[in-house]
């Protein structure tokens, strides 16, 4: 009997490939027989010394963990070599395919199937002695009072409401539906703002940025459900609300609004001993932001230098599973940034209705890194992970374990891992840069020329 695998190899969209493997009966079989031998010898049941239970009885109380667990390694084990076989460069883990509806059966091959993402072919330009600005910031007393304005306002106490006004936050039943009144989201304790004055009407609802939000919610009251009609954002990342003509409703549970802290109770309320205290510890840890926002200066314009001079052919419309991907490196990257977190939601929502130009954009830049550290052999430690969650701990004001507990629970880990093997390939780059330095008054302007 066959011992090879068969493997057959389709198109399944933008680089994106599907992989039917079968694994021959015979080895289905001797997988199988193997495991139970090997569980029979070193299981100790009731009546029975270890490894002298009859084998018919471990196969009858263990044989479903025995076939699930066989099944996964046969599985993994296949799609390597399939992958070695083929010389098929992927990114990322596989993804669909029916692997979670097929179960191992007795003289049988065990067929599945997983889509896989692959590196495209194209070649990098030189990475050595490119020209790049660095910013000279600084942390004045105006960025440390604007600073102290948000603790007070994260200090702040909730006032309860019963009409919304600008500003204040509405807590209740969000749903959105589709034209053929499919649900997509039904959450309730969802938050959604009444917009304030500065945005122009413009509000967001269920991760939906809505250009007349105000004009559709008009006057709304505890008790009261508003409609709220939208056109969902061309690179959504769940499919079906792509471009589809949206329902969003919203029951009113609470209103309230954020009564700032003084800033004598701030300071009280940290146990420090006066205001120019506090100001002396913000402008501290600010001082670690100043940093991390002059590199990431630096690595948007290593960014823009591959963005401009990598010839990469890509598909016209970006899937469903790399726009989620391009959504979660931009949040991981606007928190290791230290921007608040419902500025980062706001932030999603525009990115989502953003053009396929851009989304294009950032799909060329992933497959870009990815080549990129391949190329300088970038590594990731479990090291520099626990410093990153660190450092995104500090900046949200959280223990680095609830910020890993976080980041476990959205399973952005592997996301982590990449945003940091990017960095230390891009800081690499400006390593071997030619590098000028100027003011921030005269970057930021250059900056706005630069598009």
């Not at 976080?406 to 590098?435: C, F, G, P, W, Y």
Request: aromatic residues 4%; proline residues 3%.
């Amino acid at each position: 009997m066959s011992t090879t695998n068969k493997v057959n190899v389709i198109d399944a969209g933008p680089n994106l490939k599907k992989l039917t493997i079968e694994v021959p009966a015979a080895v289905v079989e001797e997988k199988l027989k193997t495991s139970i031998d090997m569980l029979t010898s070193q299981v100790t049941l009731p009546g029975f010394r270890q490894g002298r239970a009859p084998r018919q009885y471990v196969e009858k109380k263990f044989g479903a963990n025995v076939r699930r667990d066989a099944k996964a390694e046969l599985a993994s084990k296949a799609f390597q070599d399939a992958v070695a076989d083929l010389k098929l460069k992927i990114v990322g883990d596989p993804s669909g395919g029916n692997l979670d509806k097929v179960d191992l059966q007795d003289g049988k091959p065990f067929s599945f199937e997983v889509e896989v993402e692959i590196l495209p072919e194209f070649e990098l330009p030189s990475l050595e002695g490119i020209e790049i600005k660095k910013p000279m910031l600084e942390v004045t007393e105006d960025v440390v009072n604007e600073e102290i304005k948000k603790i007070c306002i994260n200090e702040g106490a909730l006032e309860s409401r019963d009409a919304a006004e600008a500003g204040d936050y509405l807590t209740g039943h969000a749903k959105m539906v589709g034209p053929k009144g499919e649900t997509f989201y039904d959450l309730q304790g969802a938050v959604v703002q009444k917009p304030s004055k500065d945005k122009n009407g413009k509000g967001m609802i269920l991760g939906i940025m809505v250009e007349d939000f105000d004009k559709q919610m008009a006057k709304a009251g505890v008790g009261d459900e508003f409609t709220i009609k939208a056109k969902g954002p061309e690179q959504h990342e769940v499919e079906g609300i792509r471009n589809a003509d949206l329902t969003m409703t919203f029951k009113i549970d609470r209103i309230d609004r954020i009564i700032a802290a003084k800033i004598e109770d701030v300071v009280k309320a940290f146990g420090l001993e006066s205001e120019q205290q506090m100001k002396d510890a913000i402008k501290q840890r600010l001082g670690v932001n100043v940093q991390i926002q002059q590199q990431s200066a630096m690595h948007s314009q290593v960014a823009k230098y591959l963005a401009d001079t990598t010839k990469v052919d890509l598909p016209a419309r970006v899937t469903a599973q790399q726009a989620a991907r391009t959504l979660e490196r931009r949040r991981l990257e606007l928190m290791y940034r230290g921007i608040e977190p419902h500025k980062i939601e706001e932030h999603m929502a525009e990115l989502r209705a953003a053009s396929s130009v851009a989304a294009q954009r950032d799909l060329k830049m992933f497959f870009v890194m990815f080549r990129v550290a391949e190329q300088l052999n970038t590594q990731v430690t479990q090291q520099e992970v626990n410093q990153r969650i660190t450092q995104m701990a500090m900046q949200r004001n959280v223990r680095p374990d609830q910020m890993a507990q976080e980041l476990r629970r959205t399973n952005q880990v592997n996301a982590l891992v990449t945003q940091i093997r990017d960095h230390k390939s891009m800081d690499a780059i400006i390593a071997k840069a030619k590098i000028s330095e100027m003011k921030a008054e005269e970057f930021n302007e250059w900056a706005k020329k630069q598009g």
